[in-house]
Nanobody, 126 residues
Framework: QLQFVESGGGWVQPGGSLRLSCAAS????????????IGWFRQAPGKEREGVSC????????HYAESVKGRFAISRDNARNTVYLEMNSLKPEDTAVYYC???????????????WGQGTQVIVSS
């Protein structure tokens, strides 16, 4: 069963940095992570889940929400079946639970599919 496990969250002061990891496992024989576009999503208390950043299977195409452009960077290491989200210049409004999921469309992080995991909590506060 295909699974994605998020890690790397924590507490950080405004202006700080964190690196999130999304580790994938349970691939059907013949498939690896490179077959999947992957997106990072987040959900803050009382708000709807939103797409933060997405990356194509090859890593050649990326998308960022306007709120994180210039501060966040998505990357992937298909050999390690892992996708990363480097978050810099963090703001209190970045506080949320962050999730990763495969997506059908990189542009706009459209059509996420599969079950949502537990995510990793990011708290930005002084």
């Amino acid at each position: 069963q295909l699974q994605f496990v998020e890690s790397g969250g924590g507490w950080v002061q405004p202006g700080g940095s964190l690196r999130l990891s999304c580790a994938a496992s349970g691939f059907t024989s013949g498939f690896t992570l490179r077959y999947y576009n992957i997106g990072w999503f987040r959900q803050a208390p009382g708000k709807e889940r939103e797409g933060v950043s997405c990356i194509s299977g090859s890593g050649g195409s990326t998308h960022y929400a306007e709120s994180v452009k210039g501060r966040f960077a998505i990357s992937r290491d298909n050999a390690r079946n892992t996708v990363y989200l480097e978050m810099n210049s963090l703001k209190p409004e970045d506080t949320a639970v962050y999730y990763c999921r495969p997506v059908g469309r990189v542009d706009g992080c459209g059509n996420p599919f599969g079950s949502w995991g537990q995510g990793t909590q990011v708290i930005v506060s002084s």
